[in-house]
């Protein structure tokens, strides 16, 4: 190759862009806040809040105020000690500005100010002001109030006192900017789990959210107020609220070892799923880290080394493993770090190595003083470890005989799944469809190229309520796993799923718009989310959505997937001669019909089903799922879907 080709006389330093203050925050908003979509928008709201919590830890402000305000914008409020407005010796303008407008520019930098942050792990407030089309931030100190507002990340005008108060805080509004977000409207309930889990996790501190766009019918705003005075012990007690418990109360640790402040509450249940909540600094450590690595270290080694001392292992003549001693355990390990170091896919995994020891440490310590005290729960927990190990045997034979059937002799997948032609998984798709009848019908509409059927026969097992083995054992899940291609265990975690062979990157779960429809939904999305929460982490998993109505007059047709839309073709078409088809089944579509509207990548409509919350998400799971019928049918009557199509 010349050198004319390799260097084009064009290129120089003309060509070099140097984007000034907050611009490389718009031109690259997803390096920032992870993406401009439905969790990037919300996490504006955490940053703030973020800065707010910082102010309680660090023992200044104990009330935070959260609205969703008429047009979308938010407005966060605390009575902390206010963002310093006093000029900036360096930059030489007010240190309100430079903490608005400068990245990286703010107190928790400096070790005098805060002694940990949870702010730390993200991007600050400034990239907050970045991504607004219009931010204001009122400043309440030394019985002065102050205000600037920004376009964009530029301020408006400088600093400026705008009376005096005797409030103290901050009070920051933006309304995130729509040139660069694909939605700004902000659910409530997303922002009110990751309020009742901050109140939790930061005992003392009152925090109340309200939404101004629901009103009541006083024309008070929907609204709701966290407080916990025992912090995790309330948590633990919220997240089990659904499940048998199996000690009166949950064990808790507090304390503080090599300067780490250590929070962890535990409790266990009849359930046979382990429910570890991880948090450093507040932040969701859902892929772990050296803090969890140190709980289930401290907590095998101690429950280990008492089983043995009171015999009933020997007893039992089983074999124990560490996954037996977490089988139904619920436990949220709290710890704040000062200078935390982040790892993993997202970022959400603490790679500190002291943490490790510290949490061993603290929790043997005390685990050890709790089974001393309380032998009846101390035997309690025994015995259910010894049930565990027996499962997980059983469990283990089922699970070989799966993954047997899943090395491919004879073909050895699923015979009622019709595969796909294409051998990428990146591009290859699976629909698990609800019945033959729908099954049949997709597919003869299908692309076979890229699109894979398994039909479904009936529900499947409800894993929450099933033990492991019982789970292996049955068909339908059988032909789940063989289907997909994964397998259990990895060199790191003998329970993690192994996608290395996964064989579709497109799993769609595709059932009837209806109750039934929606319970298979939940029993799918519950399987997935207990046995192969890999695959939402991933991004992998999503929801069909067929369509409730044809509108069909003349040679006029409209599909509608909702009421509204329903309406808008009525009006469009007249009333005159226009035939309405509600579809009440998968199976009264033809298969034309349903690629058009349902497997048509062009034309689809598919929820990408996430997890913003993991502890939340665990709740729900375990309510819908469970025993307790009350606050199921509550659930269900606030939230369901199809309660219309059913009446």
């Given amino acids: ?3 004319e080709q390799k260097t084009p006389a064009n290129y120089s330093a003309s060509n070099i862009t140097v984007l000034e203050g907050l611009e490389a925050v718009r031109v690259r908003p997803a390096m920032y806040i992870g993406d401009v979509n439905f969790r990037g928008l919300h996490h504006l709201v955490y940053e703030v809040v973020d800065n707010s919590i910082d102010e309680a830890l660090a023992g200044y402000c104990n009330k935070i105020y959260v609205s969703i305000n008429e047009d979308n914008s938010i407005t966060v409020e605390d009575n902390g000690r206010g963002i310093p407005v006093d000029m900036h010796e360096k930059e030489h303008r007010s240190a309100l500005e430079v903490v608005m407008t400068v990245l990286h520019a703010g107190g928790k930098f400096d070790k005098g100010s805060y002694k940990v942050s949870g702010g730390l792990h993200g991007v600050g407030v400034s990239c907050v002001n970045a991504l607004s089309d219009h931010m204001i931030v009122n400043v309440y100190r030394e019985g002065k109030a102050y205000q600037q507002e920004y376009e964009k990340g530029k301020p408006l005008y400088p ?19 729509g040139t660069i977000f694909t939605t700004t409207v902000y659910d409530y309930n997303t922002l009110l789990d990751r309020m009742r889990e901050l109140a939790y996790l930061n005992k003392g501190i009152d925090i109340t959210i309200e939404d101004k766009r629901n009103l009541d019918e006083q024309g008070n705003p929907l609204s709701n107020h966290f407080f916990s005075q025992d912090g995790l012990r309330d948590f633990i007690a919220y997240l089990d609220e659904n499940r048998e418990k199996l000690m009166p109360e949950a064990i808790y640790i507090e304390g503080e070892r090599n300067g780490i402040p250590i929070e962890i509450a535990m409790q266990y249940n009849s359930t046979y799923n382990e429910n570890l909540h991880s948090y ?20 095998t080694r101690t429950l280990k080394a008492y089983a043995d001392k009171s015999g009933m292992l020997a007893k039992a003549k089983v074999d124990i493993a560490g996954d037996d001693f977490r089988e139904g355990l619920t436990a949220i390990i709290s710890v704040k770090v000062a200078e935390p170091q982040f790892e993993g896919q997202t970022k959400t995994k603490l790679g500190n190595n002291e943490v490790r020891g510290a949490v061993d440490s603290a929790v043997s310590e005390m685990l050890e003083n709790y089974l001393e005290e309380h032998p009846n729960e101390a035997r309690t927990i025994v015995e259910k470890v010894i049930l565990a190990a027996r499962a997980r045997q059983a469990a283990r034979k089922a699970r070989e005989m799966v993954q047997r059937s899943n090395v491919f002799s ?3 997948l699923p015979g009622k799944l019709a595969d ?15 019945g033959d009848s729908a099954g049949g019908s997709a597919k003869q509409g299908r692309n076979r190229r890229f699109q894979a059927i398994l039909p479904l026969r009936g529900k499947i097992l409800n894993v929450e309520k099933a033990m492991r083995h019982r789970a292996f054992e049955s068909e339908e899940i059988k032909n789940i796993y063989t289907a997909l291609g994964v397998t259990i265990g990895t060199p790191e975690d003998s329970q993690a799923l192994n996608l290395s062979k996964l064989r579709y990157h497109k799993i769609i779960i595709m059932t009837d718009a209806d109750v039934d429809g929606a319970h298979i939904d939940t029993l799918m999305l519950t399987f997935f989310f207990r046995y192969m ?5 991933n991004g992998y998993v999503y929801l069909a959505t067929p369509p409730l109505y044809l509108v069909k007059k003349g040679n006029k047709s409209f599909y509608c997937w909702s009421e509204e839309e ?9 009333d005159k001669g226009v035939h309405v088809q509600r579809y009440k089944g998968l199976g009264e579509m033809n298969p034309e019909q349903l690629w058009e ?8 409509q598919l929820r990408q089903v996430t997890i913003e919350n993991a502890a939340s998400a665990d709740r729900t799971f375990s309510m819908l799922m469970g025993d307790d019928v009350p606050p199921r049918r509550e659930f269900i009557e606030s939230n369901a879907t199809y309660a219309q199509l059913d009446l």
Wanted: glycine content about 12%; proline content about 5%.
């Fill in 533 to 537: 929460p890999e695959l939402i982490e």
């Fill in 280 to 299: 450093v600094n507040n932040i969701n450590t859902h892929e772990g880290g050296t803090h969890l690595a140190g709980f289930r270290s401290g907590l």
């Fill in 1 to 3: 190759m010349s050198e």
């Fill in 597 to 604: 509207t349902t497997m048509d990548p062009d034309n689809r």
């Fill in 420 to 434: 796909c032609q294409d051998g990428d998984p990146a591009t290859c798709e699976i629909y698990f469809v609800e």
């Fill in 566 to 574: 329903r309406e808008q073709a009525m009006d469009a078409v007249g």
């Fill in 159 to 177: 600093v400026k006192e705008i009376g005096t108060t005797e409030k103290r805080g901050t009070a920051i509004t933006f309304h995130p900017d």
């Fill in 410 to 412: 004879s073909g050895g």
